[in-house]
Every structure is written in structure tokens, then in C-alpha cells.
């Protein structure tokens, strides 16, 4: 079981380049969701996924979009990444709605120049 | 508004004391805590949790305790270890999807 993975670990962006951030779980899990983190601020939602075909905004969403591709896996989509989007990026995944756990990936680390 | 805080942004403990990590919510309708441990270039890891119809839960040298009436939570450490050195972020669910997190205290454990 690798749990949940990410790819890549690291990216360099120039302003308006854009990038999609992937991220897929094998722990048959039906939530799935995007977290920033930014020193001083915590980890910040930006996407989440309920089910397979189902995507809602989270604190942070401008910017960004998502695709829930199909239960294992839900990328994330910089249009057209912007300095302010330098950050570190997460994956997680949850087994039921409300109180379950959320399993995290390892992270991207995102540079935007 | 930050509706989880987490004042303390780091904490520095000897090895074998207790080390004390604290967290404040604003919202009397949350209703389950969790507190997650963070090593640096790793994904956050679940540590322990606690429901609001309890006021403390242990899981070996962890214990959460809950204040229903203050809207504060801590989490204590006992005996605190060098690998306990880490980022730690308290997180609230609403009872929904979704969990909200707090802004994490780095613990540092030392010899």
C-alpha cells in the first residue's frame, strides 16, 4: 500500500506557466482534498472532493482548479501560476464523510518566479 | 477569522519532561479534534483524536484533553522524546467533509 501519492515533489514555474499537480490514493478512500501550506498560516484547503465526479471550493480557491479523474485520483491545475501560489501543496484522502482521518502525501514544493 | 489558533508558534522541552502543545477554537458546534504531526519535507500524520462527549483520550505517551467550556484543547506529551521533534497541528471538524486546521507549533525536544 503506498498510501497517497504525489507527483512531482518539486516544480519551478515562471509567472503564467502553468502545471497540473497530481495526486492519487489506493486505500479506496471517497474524499479526497487539496491543502496549501504557507509559513504562519497553517494548511488551508483549496479543492475538495466528496465522491467520484464531485468537487467543491475550499478557503483557498482562486486560482486553481480541479478534476476528480476517477476515485483514486484528483489533480490539481494552475492555469496560470502566479508568485503568490508558491507554496507547499497536499494531497489527502478520507474514508467517510465527517470524522474520518485524513491520509496525507508527501507534498509538492512549488516555486513561482 | 482563524477559528482554530494555535498561539504558541514553537515550544522547546528537555527530553523526558512533559511538553504541553495548546489549540483555541471559536465554534461551540464543533464536535471532533484530531492533532496531526508533521516532520519537515513529510506529509502530516494522524496522532490522536477526541470526540466532544469526552474530555480526555490517551493513546500511550499522548493525551488530548478537551474543555468543552473554555473552547480549548491540549495535547501532552509524557515523556517527551528527541523524535518527537516535529510540527504539530490541531484541526476541528465541523461535521462536515471537511477539517479545519490550525496555524501548527514546532516542538523541539532537546537532549
Known amino acids: 500500500n503506498a498510501g497517497v501519492t504525489q507527483t512531482p515533489k518539486f516544480q519551478v514555474l515562471k509567472t503564467g506557466q502553468s502545471m497540473t499537480l497530481q495526486c492519487a490514493q489506493d486505500?479506496?478512500?471517497?474524499?479526497m482534498y487539496w491543502y496549501r501550506q504557507d509559513p504562519g498560516m497553517g494548511l488551508r484547503l483549496i479543492y475538495y472532493?466528496?465522491?467520484?465526479?464531485?468537487?467543491d471550493k475550499g478557503e483557498v480557491p482562486n486560482g486553481y482548479n480541479v478534476s476528480r479523474l476517477n476515485k483514486r485520483e484528483f489533480s490539481l491545475r494552475l492555469e496560470s501560476a502566479a508568485p503568490s501560489q508558491t507554496s507547499v501543496y497536499f494531497c489527502?484522502?478520507?474514508?467517510?464523510?465527517?470524522?474520518?482521518?485524513?491520509?496525507f502525501g508527501p507534498g509538492t514544493r512549488l516555486t513561482v518566479l | 477569522d482563524q477559528q482554530v489558533k494555535q498561539n504558541s508558534p514553537s515550544l522547546s522541552v528537555q527530553e523526558g519532561r512533559i511538553s504541553i502543545l495548546n489549540c483555541d477554537y471559536t465554534?461551540?458546534?464543533?464536535?471532533?479534534f484530531l492533532w496531526y504531526k508533521k516532520y519537515p519535507a513529510e506529509g502530516p500524520t494522524f496522532l490522536i483524536s477526541?470526540?466532544?462527549?469526552?474530555d480526555k483520550n490517551e493513546d500511550g505517551r499522548f493525551t488530548v484533553f478537551l474543555n468543552k467550556s473554555a473552547k480549548h484543547l491540549s495535547l501532552h506529551i509524557v515523556p517527551s522524546q528527541p523524535g518527537d521533534s516535529a510540527v504539530y497541528f490541531c484541526?476541528?471538524?465541523?461535521?462536515?467533509?471537511?477539517?479545519?486546521f490550525g496555524t501548527g507549533t514546532r516542538l523541539q525536544v532537546f537532549p
Open positions: 489527502a484522502s478520507s474514508e467517510t464523510r465527517g470524522f474520518g482521518e485524513q491520509f
Open positions: 486505500m479506496n478512500h471517497n474524499s
Open positions: 472532493s466528496a465522491s467520484e465526479g464531485t468537487t
Open positions: 465554534n461551540s458546534m464543533f464536535d471532533y
Open positions: 477526541i470526540s466532544s462527549i469526552k
Open positions: 484541526a476541528a471538524n465541523p461535521n462536515t467533509d471537511k477539517l479545519i
